[in-house]
């Protein structure tokens, strides 16, 4: 799997969009970009995955660049329910396993 | 659509005792994962099933540590007998099998707390 690099941590307003960034230099062309979440000590939230284009779900926006060695996610209106730790993990989907690094610690402050 | 649930959602128990983890997979998931995070770690890959192949066990810590999946559908993680540094919180983890080109997204459980003492 491909090596991420996150901030640890960062601190975002509430109501205010929150953009966490990742470090993929390493990525091939064919894995692509999952992030997930985990708040608390709960079981990790599946977000958003893409491969090339942005994507944008419910949840989150994905913007990957060009050379697909960077992306950032976008939480549009960040909550307070929104503290949690963010993962990016760099992956060859099909059935290959996740590898998780340590992520970003996001507090969303009142 | 039921989620992946694990049973038991916490379990303490003494050193030397064994404990048995249940895994039930989202209905039709053939592929059945187990992670584990203890204190102050990040979250590790312990194996993966492919129906009820193992088909990856490099993460699997040591031989106190035994993983089954009869059948291909709930799967038991058991350790026997139990340490201190086992503790933590086991995560199972579910998904399709891959056929497609949009990804394949594994979802996971809410865990099974682990405490030995």
């Known amino acids: 799997d491909a090596k991420t690099t996150q901030p640890p941590s960062m601190d975002c307003a509430e109501g205010r969009a929150a953009n966490l960034p990742c470090n993929h230099s390493t990525i091939s062309g064919n894995e692509y970009v999952y992030w997930y979440r985990q708040i608390h000590s709960q079981g990790p939230q599946y977000i958003i995955h893409?491969?090339?284009n942005n994507e944008t779900n419910e949840m989150a926006s994905l913007i990957i660049t060009e050379d697909r060695k960077s992306s950032t996610l976008i939480l549009p209106h960040a909550t307070l329910r929104d503290t949690a730790v963010y993962y990016c993990?760099?992956?060859?989907?099909?059935?290959?396993?996740?590898?998780f690094g340590k992520g970003t610690r996001l507090s969303v402050i009142a | 659509e039921a989620g992946v649930t694990q049973f038991p959602s916490h379990s303490v128990i003494e050193k030397g005792q064994t404990v048995t983890l249940r895994c039930d997979p989202i209905?039709?998931?053939?592929?059945l994962y187990w992670y584990r995070r203890v204190m102050g770690k990040e979250i590790k890959f312990l194996l993966h099933?492919?129906?009820?192949?193992?088909?990856?066990e490099s993460g699997m810590p040591n031989n106190r540590f035994l993983a089954e999946r009869t059948g291909g559908t709930y799967s038991t993680l058991k350790v026997q007998p139990a340490e201190l540094e086992d503790s933590g919180v086991y995560f199972c983890a579910s998904s399709r099998n891959y056929g497609g080109v949009s990804g394949n997204t594994i979802y996971f459980g809410e865990g099974s707390w682990l405490t030995v003492v």
């Open positions: 209905s039709g998931h053939d592929n």
């Open positions: 893409g491969l090339k």
């Open positions: 099933f492919v129906k009820e192949s193992k088909q990856d």
């Open positions: 993990i760099g992956t060859y989907s099909g059935n290959t396993p996740l590898v």
